[in-house]
């Protein structure tokens, strides 16, 4: 569903993206891995908009994207949850979800806040609660329930267990199992845990100085000793 063809992007003069062909398909979750600075959320970010391209084209559904600015591409059904600075941390629960249902009648917010609730009931638990009281695994939950309110169809992920305790880490990947099972939406998972995205993807991509080195099944990405040792640091 989403098609990238040759793509060179980057920030003002820096080119971090080299020469990437690859496509997403859909109700599927693709692992994203690699060394830090290899322009895991560049990749991400020109996705969604909000770097420059140089060369190439990202086509969504058919619909040529390259180069849209990020609120028609979320308009079109991507999400994009950045690693930091997901949530408003002055704002509760309830209010950053309210913050969510800008633009739609009141009736429709109503009924998409309480989709939300429905779909992660965990969150009403802290509703009440400053959004910047809560742990980062909490967060990471408001953030996605957050994107949730417009029913996309991709969700974009940068990082979303990094400092996570394993338990909150697996929760919040269990939770992104379930946007692929339950709601079908294509999730596009960057982890610096490599191992634990691995067993939870069905994809792989294995980015390296902003070049994709691999692109297949999870499982294979996960037995391949050499690239393993090479740049995920799994022990062979
Ligand atoms: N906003 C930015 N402006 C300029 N350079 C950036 C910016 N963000 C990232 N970079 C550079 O792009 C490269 C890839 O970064 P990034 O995509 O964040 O890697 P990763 O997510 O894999 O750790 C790095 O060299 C980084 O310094
Ligand atoms: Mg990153």
New binding site residues.
């Given amino acids: 569903m989403i098609a990238i063809s040759d793509l060179e992007a980057?920030?003002?003069p820096?080119h971090?993206l080299f020469g990437i062909t690859t496509s997403y398909q859909r109700e599927a979750i693709t692992a994203i891995v690699?060394?830090?600075?290899?322009?895991?959320?560049?990749?991400l970010?020109t996705i969604f908009g909000l770097t420059k391209v140089f060369r190439g084209q990202i086509t969504f559904d058919g619909r040529d994207i390259t180069g849209r600015p990020p609120h028609q591409i979320s308009r079109l059904g991507i999400a994009y949850l950045p690693q930091t600075d997901n949530v408003f941390a002055n704002l509760t629960v309830r209010e950053n979800i309210a913050m969510a249902t800008y633009g739609m009648r009141k009736e429709e917010a109503a009924e998409r806040v309480e989709e939300v609730k429905s779909f992660l009931p965990v969150i009403e638990r802290y509703w009440n609660r400053k959004a910047g009281s809560l742990s980062g695994g909490e967060r990471q939950m408001v953030a996605m329930g957050m994107a949730l309110i417009r029913r996309p169809k991709v969700m974009l992920f940068?990082e979303p267990t990094a400092n996570l305790s394993p338990k909150f880490a697996k929760i919040v990947l269990e939770q992104i199992v379930r946007l692929r099972d339950d709601l079908r939406i294509t999730v596009l998972l960057?982890e610096q845990n490599a191992l634990r995205a691995l067993e939870h993807g069905d994809r792989a991509q294995l980015?390296v100085s902003?070049q994709l080195v691999y692109d297949g099944p999870a499982r294979d990405l996960l037995e391949n000793r050499e690239l393993g040792r090479l740049y995920l640091g799994l022990r062979s």
């Fill in positions: 980057g920030y003002g820096l971090v690699g060394p830090n600075g290899s322009g895991k959320s560049t990749l970010k940068d960057v980015l902003g």
